[in-house]
């Protein structure tokens, strides 16, 4: 039978003419033929004469096309992070970029292409199993159809390495070649093996144990690829349905695991299909809870202009209907109930974008009926909006609104258990996933014992800090509840009643929250010591200013690179190779004065602070120095107040797809700029080209793929 999971040990073979890829476990399989420059792929019976083997690989990651040439991404080197359910996962560490070209030309936006991909997938943390679908949940495992290939099982939502897979997909659905050639039409089953589904995210696994029961604890987080990005840059939902920052974090507990831990050599020689040969579990049982995390589904943004606040955008709600309909019809079929949990400020900023997602709710369900809960603090301590009955599918949303800021504030971090209160009926009603090992299954399924039919999705402004608390919290409610039903833990028993256990549970979600937290914003989450030691302390307000100040620099100055490495490596930008040695797209085409300002800046602060060194006495040396300093304070102060004036001249943009009230925002500033009566002058004489030009390149290139 022809195995339908990805080969775990492949080699590379090396020719001026293609690189070719086998796999010394499988000498009975097809080569697979990448030819070069062109990029056709085909699949050769037996293995290549005239090539040299360059290296040993744990699999291909995909294949990009930049401007000048294609590149083969291979992981050079994976960890091994534990087994789940007797199948190993590994993490990526490192890669490698195979040209098909011996490119003599350097052109420096190619250049610029690959230091932005090579460093996103360097600090990126991306996971696979050669045996495991690892982007599906337990649940939608179990549905899936194990006669399919790994890579066709794989949800594509969180098949982060669809897109540079896509020639090798092609081919193997018999649809192109590799460089575009139509093939005829039938599939090429063999190339099936050399696909490996990667997810982005987190994974923890560890072996443990509460009150003497051994168990395997599993956190998972699942980003999506669609509309993925950086913090201010990506927001709100797409036309698509799509919306920023959305992450899926399954909590898995696997009991009576005779395959936890990392296994060795010997273990894993005797792995077929990702089974250990001979074991035959007995009452092993997965247990499993999903919560999500999401943009708030309407179009708005939030626009950086160096000020420590971003000016808030946001469109007109009926705007975004059609768009939320598409992205919580989804999440229904997906999950079932969605409990909408909101837990952005009721007053100042924040408040727009909470009235427009209550709106929002309003246009979806039918008849929503509202409630609202007050007390001393506040007079919106929860809000309800949900339907008074189930005449359409948009009647399972139900919105459940927090005011987190007012009712923690003080360190008064237990009082999140009002939110909790509120959400337990739905939570009891929505119940978790509940599988029993099938002994002897060839095709190593569940037997379903229970299923999750409802979910929580949890947002603040950013999905972060707030949305990490809380889910931390639901989770560690429905564990107790999961571990009291199978009879590990009594009732009126909790998990936190194990210290070792407590201290585990709460280091892993905080471990989470910093994950999720440096691939949206740039650094580790803010909150995260109460996630630690469940109270909130006086070091943890430190680092979370720290983690805020370091954020502030990240967004204005760091994002754009990162936005552009995302854009490049999931497909929404295609370089255009049309273009070679003009229109360059890194090329920063601001007027020279805009561009000298900040550099002026730093003369004049180092000029002050030379001229307050000590220096003789003199009277006669001593005023020109000080009109000297006054001079170049004056210079800087101007400065100053004209970059923090005109700061969406100087934050750091994505080159690529450069967004739209970006380029609206530099248009305006620039006008103004050009009525200024001192330096308006100078710079239209001096604006190099058309008069948007640092952006002109907007629509170059540009494509989205769905």
């Known amino acids: 039978m022809r195995s339908l999971v990805p080969f775990r040990d492949i080699n590379v073979h090396a020719s001026t003419s293609h690189y070719a890829f086998t796999s010394p476990s499988s000498p009975a399989a097809q080569t697979l033929v990448i030819e070069r420059p062109s990029g056709d792929i085909r699949l050769n019976d037996g293995a290549l004469l005239g090539a040299k083997r360059v290296s040993s690989i744990a699999g291909i990651l995909g294949i990009i096309k930049l401007r000048l040439d294609k590149y083969i991404i291979v992981i050079t080197k ?15 560490i490192a890669t490698e970029f195979l040209p098909l070209r011996e490119r003599t030309l350097h052109d420096p936006d190619e250049d610029t292409y690959l230091n932005l991909l090579k ?4 600090t990126g943390p991306m996971y696979f199993s050669y045996s495991l679908d690892i982007t599906n949940s337990f649940q939608r495992q179990v549905a899936s159809n194990a006669s399919l290939p790994l890579w066709q099982r794989a949800d594509d939502r969180f098949f982060w390495n669809k897109f540079i897979q896509s020639d090798l997909i092609n081919f193997a659905a ?3 070649s590799g460089s575009g050639l139509r093939l005829h039409g039938h599939r090429e089953p063999g190339a099936d093996n050399f696909i490996l589904p990667v997810m982005f995210g987190m994974m923890r696994i560890t072996v443990t144990r509460i009150k003497s029961t051994p168990l395997t604890f599993v956190l998972i987080t699942r980003r999506s690829r669609h509309r993925a990005g950086t913090r201010y840059l990506t927001r709100g939902i797409d036309e698509q349905g799509h919306v920023a920052n959305f992450n899926e974090t399954e909590q898995v507990v696997v009991l009576n695991d005779d395959l936890r831990g990392m296994g060795g050599i010997g273990v894993e020689a005797g792995m077929q299909n990702g089974k250990v040969g001979g074991f035959e579990g007995q009452g092993m049982q997965v247990m499993s809870y999903v919560q999500t995390r999401g943009s708030v589904p309407v179009y708005w943004a939030e626009v950086s202009t160096l000020r420590y606040t971003p000016d808030l955008q946001i469109r007109g709600v009926e705007t975004a209907a059609a768009a939320a309909k598409l992205h919580f019809d989804e999440q229904i079929r997906l999950y079932g109930d969605n409990y909408l949990v909101n837990l952005v400020n009721q007053k100042g ?10 709106q929002m709710v309003r246009l979806l369900v039918s008849s929503p009926n509202e409630t609202t809960q007050a007390n001393h603090v506040t007079d919106e301590k929860i809000r309800v909006v949900e339907s008074t009955q189930r005449s359409h599918e948009y009647d ?10 007012n009712e923690t504030k003080g360190l008064r971090w237990h009082r999140a258990q009002l939110l909790l209160d509120q959400l337990k009926e ?19 399924r569940l037997e379903v014992r229970n299923r999750q039919v409802a979910v929580v999705r949890t947002n603040c402004m950013d999905c972060l800090d707030r949305t990490n608390v809380v889910q931390t919290m639901l989770a560690r409610w429905t564990l107790t509840r999961q571990l009291i039903d199978v009879g590990v833990l009594k009732p009126g028993e909790s998990t936190d009643d194990d210290q070792a256990f407590k201290t585990l549970f709460r280091n892993v979600w905080a471990d989470n929250a910093d994950v999720v937290s440096k691939t949206y914003s740039g650094t580790g989450a803010l909150k995260t010591d109460f996630t630690r030691t469940g109270k909130r302390t006086r070091a943890g307000m430190v680092q979370d200013f720290n983690n805020s100040i370091t954020r502030y620099f990240k967004n204005n100055f760091g994002d754009g690179p990162r936005q552009d490495a995302f854009d490049l490596l999931l497909g929404t930008f295609l370089p255009d190779s049309s273009t070679t040695g003009s229109n360059l797209m890194f090329v920063d085409r601001r ?11 730093a003369t004049s602060v180092f000029m002050v602070l030379i001229s307050s060194l000590p220096r003789s006495r003199s009277e006669a040396a001593w005023w020109p120095l000080r009109l000297f300093a006054v001079l170049w304070l004056a210079i800087g102060v101007w400065c100053f107040r004209f970059i923090y004036g005109h700061g969406v001249l100087y934050v750091n943009w994505p080159k690529l797809n450069t967004p739209r009230w970006a380029n609206e925002g530099y248009q305006e500033t620039m006008g103004a700029i050009r009525q200024d009566k001192l330096i308006g002058p100078f710079v239209a004489r001096h604006e190099r080209g058309a008069s948007n030009a640092r952006i002109s390149h907007l629509e170059e290139g540009k ?4």
């Open 78 to 92: 994976a960890q091994p992070m534990g087994r789940l359910k007797g199948h190993m996962v590994y993490k990526v």
């Open 119 to 122: 460093t996103s997938l360097k």
């Open 174 to 176: 018999g649809a192109t």
């Open 349 to 358: 900023r924040e408040v727009r974008v909470k009235q427009a997602y209550e």
């Open 396 to 405: 399972r949303l139900h919105y459940v609104y927090f005011d987190f800021h």
């Open 426 to 444: 739905g939570l009891v009603q929505g119940q978790y996933f509940r599988g029993v090992d099938m002994p002897g299954d060839s095709q190593d």
């Open 591 to 601: 007027p020279v004065l805009i561009q000298s300002i900040p550099y002026i800046l």
């Open 703 to 706: 494509k989205r793929i769905q």
